[in-house]
């Protein structure tokens, strides 16, 4: 559905995206992550044909970002983060001139805004005048607006912005029906969001993609450095020079509470050390009360993978 390749886009001396590659396959949910300054809204607004890029190339159902632009724009639906609307204009009028503009007949606009206005609970409102709405309204308002058309393509940059917590659950699970029809692209700052979302994540940082895969797959990759917490009572100096003599072990952080000591212990990519821990604590006669492999997030690996690309790239 979607091909990226050694796309890259300078602003001045400024390289925001650079040189990046992915492909996007029809169906399913994909998200997007990225601190800020990343260039992950840049790359939106390419695909979405807001942008020009500096170099290489991009097509949305075959059709070419760049040159076939009026193609694209009928295949792609674009919720942007801060949802551009007309104030003065009631919802089902605005609905009805956004409609107008992408060339839907006068029959396609009445079914369309009927389909949309359920999906995102606009009938409450849908004949109040925007500027009338709140934040969340307005949003529910954009995402009616980016699906109207019925695209091939969804992407939606935080979509669940101020929204209430029925609303956002609700647009969650809407975005999650949407992939079985459509292919979504998911830009979103709420890891959460994402782990529950979507089938495949990219992860950018510096303006290059430093991870690709689902949100498992991720988790997995740093669950396998090998995080492991035990909780034991004995000397807290006794316990971390003997722990850092287990083969594999890299780092050991500890904290006593009431005569307890909770260990927190980073091994080597692939060595689990909980056998070693617990053998050590029979060995000494230290009581054990917890042993455990650290479960990873997303959020985890996020801060990983982003903080190593935290030094300067050359421009």
């Known amino acids: 559905m979607v091909r990226v390749e050694n796309l890259t886009k300078r602003y001045g001396s400024l390289l925001a995206v650079d040189n990046i590659s992915f492909a996007v396959e029809r169906g399913g949910v994909l998200g997007f992550l990225g601190p800020n ?7 939106i607004r390419i695909l979405s044909c807001y942008h020009p890029a500096s170099g290489g190339t991009a097509t949305v159902g075959g059709f070419d970002v760049f040159r076939q632009s009026m193609e694209v724009r009928r295949r792609v639906g674009y919720l942007p983060e ?3 609307l007309y104030p003065e204009m009631r919802v089902r009028e605005y609905l009805q001139f956004r409609g107008k503009l992408r060339g839907m007949s006068r029959e396609e606009r009445m079914t369309g805004i009927r389909r ?8 409450s409102f849908i004949d109040r005048p925007i500027v009338q709405l709140s934040k969340g309204m307005k ?22 912005i101020g929204l209430d917590p029925t609303q956002i659950r609700e647009t969650r699970n809407l975005i999650k029906d949407l992939g079985d029809r459509h292919t979504v692209i998911l830009s979103s700052h709420i890891l959460h969001e994402v782990e529950q979302i979507c089938d495949h994540t990219i992860i950018i940082a510096s303006g290059k993609i430093v991870a690709t ?5 991720l988790r997995n990759r740093f669950s396998e450095q090998g995080t492991v917490v035990a909780e034991v009572k004995a000397d807290q100096t006794d316990i971390e020079e003997a722990t850092r003599k287990i083969a594999g072990v890299q780092n050991v ?25 617990f ?9 054990l009360r917890e042993l455990r492999r650290e479960g990873a997030t997303l959020e985890d690996f996020f801060i990983k993978v982003t903080a190593e690309q935290q030094t300067v790239r050359p421009r």
């Open 139 to 160: 949003q529910r308002v954009g995402l009616a607006d980016a699906m109207l058309h019925d695209p091939d393509l969804l992407i939606l940059d935080e979509p669940t």
């Open 37 to 43: 300054g990343a260039g992950k809204t840049t790359t």
């Open 213 to 217: 895969g689902s949100p498992q797959e």
């Open 279 to 287: 053998k050590l604590a029979k060995d000494r006669g230290w009581a």
């Open 116 to 123: 949309v206005a359920e999906r995102c609970w606009l009938g």
């Open 253 to 277: 952080s500890l904290s006593a509470s009431n005569g307890w000591v909770r260990t927190s212990v980073s091994a080597e990519s692939g060595c689990d050390v909980r056998e070693d821990l």
């Open 82 to 84: 801060s949802t551009p």
